[in-house]
Nanobody
Framework: VQLQASGGGLVQAGGSLRLSCAAS????????MGWFRQAPGKQREFLAA????????WYADSVKGRFTISRDNAKNTVYLQMNMLKPEDTAVYYC????????????????????WGPGTEVTVSS
C-alpha cells in the first residue's frame, strides 16, 4: 500500500486545514486508517483513527473537538479536517494504514500501522 498525504501548509492560529491521504490499494476496506504527527524533537503522536467502515472513530484528547477524521472508500481516501488550529499543532502530519482484515477495529499505537505516507507539513503561526 502506498499512501500520499496532501493539504498541509501555513495557516494562522484559529484557522483550518483539510488533509487528504490517498491510498493505492485494491483492498482499502481491509485497512483501518490513522493520522499521526511529529513535531521537531518530539515523539510521533497519535491523533485519530477510523475503522474500515467509518463506524468506529477514536481521537486523541489533544485534538478532540477540533479535528475530524473521515474516509471515502470509493476514492480510497482518508481525510483530516483540522479546525481552530493552534501554534502547538505545528508538525509533520502522517497518514498510516493498519491491516485489520475481517477483524475490523481500530488501534492507536503507531507500531500497529503497517504502511506510512511521507508526511505533509503543517505550520500554524501565532
Amino acid at each position: 500500500v502506498q499512501l500520499q498525504a496532501s493539504g498541509g501548509g501555513l495557516v494562522q492560529a484559529g484557522g483550518s486545514l483539510r488533509l487528504s491521504c490517498a491510498a493505492s490499494t485494491r483492498t482499502f476496506t481491509d485497512y483501518a486508517m490513522g493520522w499521526f504527527r511529529q513535531a521537531p524533537g518530539k515523539q510521533r503522536e497519535f491523533l485519530a483513527a477510523i475503522s474500515w467502515s467509518g463506524g468506529s472513530i477514536w481521537y486523541a484528547d489533544s485534538v478532540k473537538g477540533r479535528f475530524t477524521i473521515s474516509r471515502d472508500n470509493a476514492k480510497n481516501t482518508v481525510y483530516l479536517q483540522m479546525n481552530m488550529l493552534k501554534p502547538e499543532d505545528t508538525a509533520v502530519y502522517y497518514c498510516a494504514a493498519d491491516f485489520v482484515g475481517a477483524a475490523g477495529g481500530i488501534r492507536t499505537n503507531y507500531g500497529n500501522y503497517n504502511y506510512w505516507g511521507p508526511g505533509t507539513e503543517v505550520t500554524v503561526s501565532s
